[in-house]
């Protein structure tokens, strides 16, 4: 299927690994120019360089923290205007509701809810002006359906559910629309280090905390970072104009509902 955004500019953070990696590289098969970003230059000038000469597509990477204004300040000075985001930033450390305190509670609320909130606010501008956008959150089952040790996550997460709900139909009218993707577990550097808190906590190997973990899951595995890429790249095609505000869970069914 042809998305029909060849040529547009996307700017996807957090991206040189796992699930961020996976929507730049949908994103990029799709003909989509990208600005990336991460903390660590080496593994994303290797993400940029694999993505620009497999899919002949500009990419401009940008090292920096997307957590911090400073770090903002210089991916948004480098993206210039953009025609889709995709927001992401790392999870916070696992714990026990007893563990946080004030500061681990604002620095989760910094990345995981006022940093995406921070880089809607600079971008929604042009794509309205422009008539067109498309934005995508990476979120988390948790938002869903709690993971008792991610309490951190659990609650930025919400916040900026929320503030997505109302904003995104406040722009829709402009040919913007903003949705979010939650995660289940999938198989990326993430998913290894919670599953190594579990096997640190059974005295087990990784391969068995890995097949106790996907049986759980009604798919019996874990996701990929190519097919929570897809999905990215649909809503951020012109086919997916009329979903807004939505919260697609991609978790292999480990959210039991009928609706
Ligand atoms: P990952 O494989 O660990 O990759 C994280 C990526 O984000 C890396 O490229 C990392 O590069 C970059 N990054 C982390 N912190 C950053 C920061 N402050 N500024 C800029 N870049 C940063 O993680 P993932 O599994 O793809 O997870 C992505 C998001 O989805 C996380 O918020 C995670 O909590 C959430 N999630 C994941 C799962 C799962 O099963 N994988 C499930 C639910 C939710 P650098 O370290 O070099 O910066």
Redesign the pocket.
Known sequence: MDLGIRGRRALV?????????GCAEALAAAGVDLIL????PE??TATADDLATRHGVKITAIAA???TEA?RARVLDAAGPVDILVT????PPPGLWSDWDREDFIRALD??MLTPIALMKATLPGMINRGWGRVVN?T??SVKSPIAQLGL?NAARAGLTGYVGGTARQVAPHGVTINNLL????A????DALDQGVVKAQSITLDEARAQRAATIPARRYGTAEEFGATCAFLCSTHAGFIIGQNILLDGGAFNATL
Do not use: C
């Open positions: 953070t957090a991206a040189s690994k796992g699930l961020g990696r970003n991460a903390r660590g593994a994303l923290d997307i957590t770090g992401n930033a790392g999870g990345a995981n990476i988390s089952q996550s995660p289940g577990i999938h990326t550097d993430r998913a």
